[in-house]
């Protein structure tokens, strides 16, 4: 079945530091992909998407890339910042008939001042 | 501003009191589904609706009951909430189609007692 992959956290940074989190899928067919956030005691927000491959979603710094070869969408920043901090998660939609979303495991990043 | 919005934020009830978690989203959206939140599980979905009166199960729809009467509403019951239930359940409503993305509620914390 279908699946998502995150590298497991917490992740901690200083400020200014590069940011990568892995992610890597199994899906049949061609599924759109995407990165949400999630900020303490809040629900998760949209950050971007690809939906074909080679696309890349970009958002707030954030970059991502949709390998089908390496069936892979790490997120990406250059210079991250203290409210950063959050817990990200890596997510496909698949057209089932209907559509059905798989969501990783969720990385936790701490960004320090 | 375009929003899902449940409620309550937070509840606290005893094992087997029936208890409704509300939803409700202001984008017209067709597409509309619950979450749970655990520590180490990630988000597991309970059930979804494609559109009005439409309604399928997820992973986890044991002890959990929804309906879509409207388009804008979709409410969580648990006629007979457990311990196991205790968690943070999310709504999330998205138009048709799988290269949109979720729009989340802030969510709502549940312990059964």
């Known amino acids: 079945g279908d699946s998502v992959t995150q590298m497991e956290g917490p992740v901690t940074l200083s400020e200014e530091a590069f940011l990568t989190i892995n992610c890597t899928y199994t899906a049949t067919g061609y599924p759109s992909l995407f990165w949400y956030v999630q900020y303490p005691g809040e629900g998760l927000q949209l950050l971007l998407k690809?939906?074909?491959?080679?696309d890349k979603g970009s958002n707030k710094g954030f970059e991502a890339t949709y390998r089908k070869e390496t069936t892979s969408f790490h997120l990406e920043k250059g210079s991250v910042q203290v409210s950063d901090s959050a817990v990200y998660f890596c997510?496909?939609?698949?057209?089932?008939?209907?559509?059905?979303?798989?969501f990783g495991a969720g990385t936790r990043l701490f960004v320090k001042a | 501003e375009a929003q899902v919005t449940q409620n309550p934020r937070y509840l606290i009830t005893v094992t087997g009191k029936k208890l409704t978690v509300t939803c409700s989203q202001n984008?017209?959206?067709?597409?509309m589904s619950w979450y749970r939140q655990d520590p180490g599980l990630g988000l597991r979905q309970i059930y979804y609706?494609?559109?009005?009166?439409?309604?399928d199960k997820g992973d986890v729809p044991e002890g959990y009951k929804v309906s879509r009467k409207e388009k804008r509403n979709f409410p969580l019951i648990l006629e007979s909430p457990s311990p196991n239930q205790t968690s943070l359940y999310f709504c999330?409503?998205?138009?048709?189609?799988?290269?949109?993305?979720?729009?989340f509620g802030s969510g709502t914390r549940l312990t059964v007692v």
């Open positions: 997510a496909l939609t698949r057209n089932t008939g209907g559509f059905k979303t798989i």
């Open positions: 609706s494609m559109n009005v009166e439409v309604t």
């Open positions: 984008m017209n959206h067709e597409y």
């Open positions: 999330a409503s998205s138009s048709s189609g799988q290269s949109y993305g979720y729009t």
């Open positions: 690809a939906t074909k491959a080679d």
